[in-house]
């Protein structure tokens, strides 16, 4: 499937783009409203999420959240492909479930989107810009 217009929340690649970030870069990049060349893959965002704090993990969805909302970088036509190690939990909320420390982890990554992401496929959710 190809990767469509807006946030692509994949579990396996689905497309070979010219630019690669980590999250941590690109959430730089667009909180400075610097270029982004797209389409772009984002990896890492479920180690971002992970590495904070439990109790603080909501704040830094709703400060990625307003990155995203506010920034320049990015158009709506543009798409982004977030590379999840894990699998998509389509359930009441969006999440996606990884594995760490020999358990299973569920991060609410629908909630850095100010629209929830839509299940594509059981590999592939989108959300738009």
């Given at each position: 499937?190809?990767?469509?217009?807006?946030?692509?929340?994949?579990?396996?690649?689905?497309?070979?783009?010219?630019?690669?970030?980590?999250?941590?870069?690109?959430?730089?990049?667009?909180?400075?409203?610097?270029?982004?060349?797209?389409?772009?893959?984002?990896?890492?965002?479920?180690?971002?999420?992970?590495?904070?704090?439990?109790?603080?993990?909501?704040?830094?969805?709703?400060?990625l959240r307003q990155t995203l909302r506010q920034t320049n970088s990015l158009?709506?036509?543009?798409?982004?492909?977030?590379?999840?190690?894990?699998?998509?939990?389509?359930?009441?909320?969006?999440?996606?479930?990884?594995?760490?420390?020999?358990?299973?982890?569920?991060?609410?990554?629908?909630?850095?989107?100010?629209?929830?992401?839509?299940?594509?496929?059981?590999?592939?959710?989108?959300?738009?810009?």
């Amino acid at each position: 499937m190809p990767l469509h217009q807006g946030y692509n929340v994949v579990t396996d690649r689905l497309a070979d783009t010219d630019s690669e970030l980590a999250a941590l870069e690109f959430f730089r990049l667009a909180g400075r409203d610097a270029d982004i060349e797209t389409p772009v893959t984002v990896t890492g965002i479920e180690d971002l999420l992970y590495n904070a704090e439990e109790g603080d993990r909501s704040r830094v969805l709703s400060e990625l959240r307003q990155t995203l909302r506010q920034t320049n970088s990015l158009n709506a036509g543009d798409a982004v492909q977030f590379l999840i190690d894990g699998q998509i939990h389509d359930a009441a909320e969006f999440q996606v479930r990884i594995e760490r420390s020999g358990e299973g982890v569920y991060l609410d990554v629908g909630q850095l989107f100010v629209e929830e992401p839509k299940s594509i496929s059981a590999d592939q959710a989108v959300a738009r810009k």
